[in-house]
């Protein structure tokens, strides 16, 4: 599909669209059957009022897609949040163009912040790429707890805990203004090591997924023994 987007710094008159993105996430997270950190319709409404949000519409004015900004440890970390693009509006493009918007965004606001996103696909880790983000070790993010509690609404929030938040399923990447390297050799990476990023990710899902069948026989075993659940 080729479509023409209009993708915006969302101001008080988006806030109507809140409702209508919060569902979106959690949908396309459960249709993913990967973990989020949820969040609500005010929350979504507060960063459009901060003037911390994109939103996108079609040329019709349908809702298209959204990302917010995020600041962390006294804002000296920023964080592009909650990517969502519009099912019948994926894979035209317009993922590229939010997060290309909410990054100028990010740098205007706070020019000395370094952009981080934590994610689970690959698309959005070219996308980052392409912008001059590289991954990263979970230590090099914010360690403001206020962060890292916005996972306790994941489904792999345990993961995280038990792995002392130093990895989950999720790839961290990182924009250092001060220390970056050129998107141009960002993006050749990328390219050069998706084969092994995907194989990555994959291992992931399925050493974490065996996290959670041992957990699983555990507790099972735990309440045979104690009578629970029989
Ligand atoms: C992920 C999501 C935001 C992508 O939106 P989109 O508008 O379809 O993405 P785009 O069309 O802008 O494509 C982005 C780029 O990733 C590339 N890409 C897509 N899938 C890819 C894959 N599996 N491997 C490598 N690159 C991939 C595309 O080719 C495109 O690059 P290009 O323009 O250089 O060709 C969208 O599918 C979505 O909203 N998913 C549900 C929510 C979600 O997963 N959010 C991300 C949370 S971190």
Redesign the pocket.
Known sequence: MNQNFEVMVAERHHAGFAAVICDEMAN?AKA?GTGIAKRSPDYIRDKMLEGKAVIAFAQDGTWAGFCYVECWSHEAYVANSG???APQ????????MIKQKIFELSRLKYPEAKIF?L?T????M??NSDLGYEPVTYSELTQDDDFWKGCQSCVNYDILMSKERKNCLCTAMLYDPKDHWQPEETAQQFKQR?KAYERILAIKRIRFLKYFIMKAHNKTSKNEKTGIGI
């Not at 509006?89 to 590229?96: D, I, M, N, Q, V």
């Not at 696909?121 to 959005?124: I, K, S």
Request: hydrophobic share 50%; glycine share 14%; net charge positive.
């Open positions: 396309s993913r990517l969502i693009v509006f994926r894979k035209s493009g317009l993922a590229k996103g994610t696909g690959l698309a959005v070219k996308i998706a």
